[in-house]
């Protein structure tokens, strides 16, 4: 067995792939059930290998704030929390998505709304996707369904948010972040050198040198103009990312007649709905949303004219099968199935839905 | 060969790390492994479960309808978990606490009194050992060389004294697990 697989939580993978990847600072506030991330890297000490910085901060809006600050610096810095903390940390997301800063955000999904529940959720999928804080902008969303995709998109969360210059957020759930399973460690990365990071983002502030003029990061433009033009080119950059870097996985979906839509934990379950379904001779298909935005709308609508309906299976009341309705436009029926407030569906349950709501209806 | 097994009780009886233990030597064996706890606020004396699947081939759900083997640790548990167990399947239980006999005809019953041994050995942390040493014995789906490794791989170094102990648990669970 080679060194590398090991046994962990998604949260504790999280924390060691942040290690690894080579992050210079972690801000946290804990709160169940993604206290392991700040756990683990408080008990793996990395101040004292890599020199990464591990705080936890007095709130969560102080540690949102202290990523906008490191991110300003040109750091790869980074924060996680659920969803009561996400909502917190939303003032800060706008104001680094407004300055066009990089950084990572992890959201380790609960029941809400509130306070809720400390059970599984994906009812924060529509404050991920659709705004959350104030403004025009997005986040470059990644929905993990497995324990090694958590550590996978660290790395890849970050070399997004650095290649577009924009905050991207792992969106994941209880069930990812508290369920153990095997997982390859990515290799290390030496964290940058300050004269990497200056060649690397010349925007960065890193101290004034007498050859340029002074780099200043604020999301404040008082002049309308002016901010009609920042939000021109904050769109002109969400298009591109749009156009390249959609991401989505196909299960048994060359020959479906019907076909689900699932992202995350509920992405798994619905695995082996397609398994059972099958077995019953039903021909399903799963399609899963790897980002969530940019949400993967044509591979959507191209199977709206070969299905013949769709079931978005999420753990909330209706939030992402608004987007593969308007992806489908009308094309194919599209009906959503859902457990609620930390409740999570078995595969029956959603076997049966799929029944009810799309099979015999 | 694909093994989905839950092991509900109390909090403190050390369900989740028997849940653990038995992961690791499934990984020992290069077997696809997944554990699942429900991670309700439960501290000693609530309830707690974990679902264990040990697969040669990947895992889809974590989260599963029913179970190959059901290992219930307390009454509650047995009222939710009874009914959950799939046709054919197994049911191991402690009779410590359990007051209701089991009416599945379906399945294989099996009774491991692991709290009257653990108390017995004046060890109550030797509880879960003698329930897993009762589960291999049933359905030997890791070796037990494994599952030592297991062990290693799940505690804490300072905690790897207490290996042999654990061993000796999981032997004296093998033998006292009867059919019902």
């Given at each position: 067995m080679a060194e590398d697989i090991k046994l962990m939580k998604g949260n504790e993978a999280i924390a060691h792939a942040a290690i690894r990847y080579g992050v210079d600072g972690y801000f946290g506030y804990p709160i169940t059930p993604q206290s392991e991330i700040l756990e683990t890297l408080m008990a793996e000490m990395p101040w004292e290998t890599t020199g990464m910085v591990v705080l936890q901060a007095e709130s969560e809006v102080a540690a949102i704030n202290m990523v906008y600050g490191g991110a300003g610096t040109g750091k790869k810095v980074m924060t996680s929390s659920s969803s009561p903390g996400i909502s917190l940390k939303q003032e800060g997301i706008s104001y680094i998505a407004g300055a066009e800063l990089p950084c990572l955000i992890v959201n380790v999904m609960r029941g809400g709304?509130?306070?809720?529940?400390i059970q599984p959720s994906q009812a924060d999928y529509f404050q991920t996707v659709k705004g959350g804080g104030h403004g025009d902008y997005r986040l470059i969303t990644l929905a993990p369904s497995s324990v090694q995709e958590m550590a996978d998109f660290v790395g890849l969360g970050f070399d997004l948010a650095f290649k577009y210059s924009n905050p991207a957020i792992i969106l994941a759930d209880g069930i990812i972040g508290q369920m153990m399973e095997k997982v390859v460690m990515p290799p290390f990365h030496k964290r940058r050198t300050e004269e990497e990071i200056i060649a690397e983002c010349p925007w960065a502030v890193q101290g004034k040198t007498a050859n340029r003029k002074s780099n200043v990061i604020t999301s404040l433009e008082l002049d309308p103009a002016k901010m009609e033009e920042n939000n021109i080119r904050f769109q002109a950059k969400y298009k591109k990312i749009e156009e390249n870097e959609v991401r989505y996985e196909e299960f048994f979906?060359?020959?479906?007649?019907y076909l689900l839509i699932a992202f995350g934990s509920s992405a798994r379950i619905c695995q082996k709905v397609v398994e059972n379904a099958r077995a019953e001779g039903i021909k399903l298909g799963l399609l899963r949303p790897i980002t969530l935005w940019p949400f993967p709308a044509k591979i959507i609508a191209k199977y709206a004219g070969q299905v013949k309906g769709m079931l978005s299976v999420e753990l909330n009341a209706g939030q992402m099968v608004e987007d593969v309705r308007l992806a489908v436009n009308g094309k194919v029926k599209v009906e959503h199935f859902g457990r609620l407030g930390g409740i999570v569906f078995t595969p029956d349950e959603v076997l049966d839905a799929l029944k009810t709501l799309i099979i015999e209806n | 060969m694909k093994q989905e097994i839950i092991i509900a009780g109390f909090g403190g009886q050390g369900v989740l790390s028997m849940g653990k233990i038995l992961a690791y030597s499934g990984l020992m064996e290069g077997k696809e492994v997944s554990w699942m706890p429900?991670?309700?606020?439960?501290?000693?004396g609530g309830t707690a479960n974990v679902t264990v699947i040990l697969s040669d081939d990947r895992i889809s759900s974590p989260v599963l309808n029913e179970y190959d083997i059901a290992i219930i640790l307390n009454q509650p548990s047995m009222d939710k978990f009874e009914s959950k167990v799939k046709p054919g399947g197994i049911l191991i239980y402690d009779g410590?606490?359990?007051h209701t006999s089991v009416k599945r005809t379906d399945i294989s019953v099996y009774r491991v009194d692991a709290m009257d041994v653990a108390t017995e050995m004046k060890n109550e942390k030797a509880f879960n050992m003698l329930i897993l040493g009762g589960l291999l014995k049933i359905?030997?789906?890791?070796?037990l060389e494994n599952v030592l490794l297991g062990l290693k791989k799940s505690l804490p170094e300072r905690h790897h004294k207490l290996i042999p102990m654990n061993e000796t648990a999981i032997k004296k669970g093998m033998e006292i697990i009867k059919k019902i």
């Open positions: 709304p509130g306070l809720g529940t979906c060359d020959d479906a007649e | 429900s991670y309700g606020p439960e501290q000693r410590y606490g359990i359905v030997p789906m890791v070796k």
